[in-house]
């Protein structure tokens, strides 16, 4: 036909196309079966595995091109390191590179680390970019002083598009004793709903057979309560975890919060689970929101899962809100400057008595709480001054609590009427330092507020506390937290806080701000019986102070000083440093004085604790050493308690193509239960890590520190890029 179906090429062959570049001694181009064939061949192909541009290379004995675009590459090896001097380079026989599908298949391939053959597979699939694919992934090695060695081997199964599930089946091994896990972790997204879901089951735990006999056998432990609830405990034990999202519509949407254990002391054992092992509260909940122009509303069900635990600081039952609804209305400048707000409350508490306190000693039932306000704003370039009448009527329908006996029922409503007018001025002056153009305000505030006393001593006391007073508390209209309780007033709140602003930017550089409140008359209305008012003329002196140096520094203080009692009632620091999220460092402090005439004990169901007074540590960084070094770093020190509570130091080493990393990890375990001495015994959890990432293949190791690296705000871990 004298068309020409074959050339022959002889002799510095080059095939250049977008994303692919081969170099060879001779090749042939059939245009027949559209192929062109490569001989003793070394290539590079663009990859995006980590958003940023990357090339794999290798040498091929015979590379064949597609049609397609995809490659097959026969005696061929495979790398993203640098060419000179690889560290891990894979050989195989066969080496499919798919552009279609973005993966590579290495058939009968071996991984090289530095010219030693580490693993031979007959099958081998990895992906060229983030394309999420089905197969084993890397085993995951672990180690815990409390549950000894665990190997996991996760499955990743790319069910479609928009969903996907990872299932981890675990072997531990401790005291010549063998446990079997399996957690299943289930994601989805849609256009309107997202959501994951853990499941973890671990069938016939013997440890925890184990533990439950030698916690009977042992002297010292006197809960009867805690030692039921061990006994009926199963050996088979399982948890599970779904957070759901659902867009209804484009005013109403719905969320779903899920966790369940079925025993108080899973979730402490094993640390690959999604909560904090010191967790004791489990939220169970579902919320629907509603939000529109002038009203806003929220209906939830909620209740807790306290998980009481020997050798653990005591856990309180929480109220269960069965139902709870939640409505908010604003229509602002309704008639010139005059504003009508309403919020609103309905709540029907219950309590589950498994442990004490019973259900018999709290109050149970209904409260209806409505508070319309309006409020007229006086308002120019100079300041402002804005009165406002509220009205709180707070309605109860319960039943109280008895030592023994049926319940008597309690029918009471309280109408409390607020009255409050704030000012303020607006002043602001521009300057300069160091050539810098700057931008500072200045705004004096007060606000006086008068509540006449009610007495609501018979009323009951569902979710209401009493606070250390900070300056962000300094123009609240109630001194308690939460609607039982409303406080009587004459009070004159002053502040003053000052701003420093960019001209050029705009963004902040310093916030300060200063208050106090003097009292007119004495505070009558107290959180329980046998409470002492606050019979003090004016308030601790309260600071705060935001600082804002540089785009990657910040600073933040307040302070509260107690004039009466010269102490410091209340203080908080931190210091944060964040360069493009590997640079971090992080410290905390946080100071509640614990002298019971500032702080009013909260109810027994507080979800922390009781004791409201703290005084807690915290440092973390993540800084590197070179261009390859860095070092990571946290420590949670409980001063008041003299506890350490969590540290963990590491050293890790990143290239271009690979990464490793060595963590270990000090935890705070529990405390000895049957100790009869004077000092209190503590018990630590000793956890090690070992990653080794070859990028763009995968990672495996020593355990997994995902949870760990969560205390380092803002550190953006490389091992997830």
């Known amino acids: 036909s004298g068309k020409i179906n074959k050339i022959q090429l002889i002799g510095h062959v080059k095939l250049e196309q977008a994303k692919q570049l081969v170099l060879a001694q001779r090749g042939s181009l059939n245009f027949n079966s559209h192929l062109i064939s490569l001989h003793h061949a070394l290539y590079r192909i663009y990859t995006n595995m980590h958003h940023h541009l ?34 891990w380079v894979i050989s195989a026989k066969k080496i499919y590179i798919d552009r279609t599908k973005h993966t590579v298949i290495a058939h009968d391939g071996v991984l090289r680390i530095h010219g030693v053959p580490v693993l031979f597979t007959p099958y081998l699939s990895f992906s060229l970019d983030k394309t999420r694919k089905s197969g084993l992934l890397a085993p995951i090695l672990g180690h815990s002083s409390s549950y000894g060695t665990s190997l996991t081997l996760p499955l990743y199964w790319n069910l479609a598009a928009n969903y996907d599930a ?5 072997l531990f091994y401790h005291d010549a004793q063998a446990i079997a896990q399996l957690n299943v972790h289930f994601r989805h997204i849609t256009a309107l709903t997202k959501g994951e879901t853990l499941f973890s089951v671990t069938p016939h735990d013997k440890l925890f057979e184990d533990f439950k006999n030698d916690t009977q056998n042992k002297s010292g432990t006197t809960s009867e309560d805690y030692i039921h609830s061990l006994n009926k405990a199963s050996s088979t034990r399982m948890f599970i975890n779904t957070q759901q999202h659902a867009n209804l519509s484009s005013k109403l949407s719905a969320d779903l919060n899920i966790n369940y254990a079925t025993d108080d002391y899973y979730i402490h054992d094993y ?31 909620q209740a807790y899962q ?31 400057y005059l504003t009508f707000n309403l919020s609103g409350q309905y709540v029907n508490f219950d309590y589950d008595k498994n442990f004490a306190p019973y259900d018999n000693t709290l109050d149970v039932g209904q409260r209806l709480h409505l508070r319309p306000s309006i409020s007229y704003l006086f308002n120019n370039q100079y300041g402002f001054i804005q009165p406002q009448i509220s009205v709180d009527n707070t309605s109860y329908f319960t039943k109280l609590p008895v030592t023994h006996g049926p319940r008597p029922s309690l029918s009471d409503n309280r109408n409390v009427f607020i009255g409050q007018v704030g000012g303020g001025l607006y002043l602001t002056r521009h300057s300069s330092f160091r050539h810098h153009p700057y931008w500072q305000t200045l705004q004096p505030q007060f606000l006086y507020t008068y509540i006449p006393y009610v007495n609501q001593r018979a009323e009951p006391l569902f979710d ?41 930017s705009g963004n902040p550089i310093m916030s300060a701000g ?3 409140i003097y009292y007119f008359n004495k505070r009558k209305v107290c959180l329980t019986d046998n409470c002492i008012a606050d019979s003090q003329s004016i308030s601790p002196l309260a600071a705060q102070l935001s600082f804002f140096p540089s785009a990657h520094w910040s600073a933040n203080a307040n302070v509260a000083w107690d004039i009466h009692n010269r102490y410091i009632s209340t203080a908080g620091a931190s210091l944060g440093y964040n360069q493009a999220g590997q640079s971090i460092l992080n410290i905390g402090y946080e100071y509640v004085h614990p002298n019971p005439s500032s702080i009013i004990a909260a109810p027994q169901t507080e979800k922390t604790s009781p004791e409201l007074s703290s005084n807690l540590f915290t440092i973390g960084s993540a800084w590197p050493l070179s261009s390859q070094f860095s070092t990571l770093g946290y420590l949670f020190y409980d001063i008041q ?5 969590n540290t963990f130091i590491g050293l890790q080493y990143s290239t271009c193509c690979w990464a490793i990393r060595a963590i270990y990890n000090h935890k705070f375990n529990n405390t000895d239960p049957t100790n009869n001495t004077s000092s209190t015994t503590y018990h630590y959890d000793n956890s090690f890590y070992l990653e080794i990432m070859l990028k763009d293949l995968g990672s495996g190791g020593f355990g997994k520190p995902t949870g760990l690296l969560n205390n380092l705000t803002g550190y953006k871990d490389p091992f997830d890029a």
């Open 271 to 301: 640390n690959n689970l999604p909560l904090d092992s010191q967790d004791n509260q489990l939220l169970n909940q579902i919320i629907f929101q509603y939000q529109g122009n002038h009203w806003q509303w929220q209906s939830l069900l």
């Open 166 to 170: 990872t299932l981890s089946p675990s």
């Open 306 to 336: 306290t998980l009481h635990q020997l050798n653990q600081d005591p856990a309180y039952n929480q109220y269960q809100r069965l139902p709870e609804l939640d409505i908010q209305s604003s229509y602002p400048d309704m008639w010139k």
């Open 464 to 504: 209401t506390n009493f606070s250390p007073f900070t300056f962000s508390q300094l123009f609240s209209s109630n001194a308690y937290d939460g609607l039982d309780r409303i406080q009587n007033t004459s009070q004159l709140a002053l502040g003053l806080t000052s701003r420093i602003f960019s001209s050029k």
């Open 54 to 87: 990357q090339f794999a290379w290798g040498q091929s004995q015979l590379f064949k091109h597609h049609q397609n675009g995809n490659s097959t590459l026969l005696n061929a090896t495979y790398s993203v390191c640098n060419p000179l001097h690889p560290t």
């Open 514 to 516: 200063m208050g106090m």
């Open 641 to 645: 308690r003299k506890r350490l509570q």
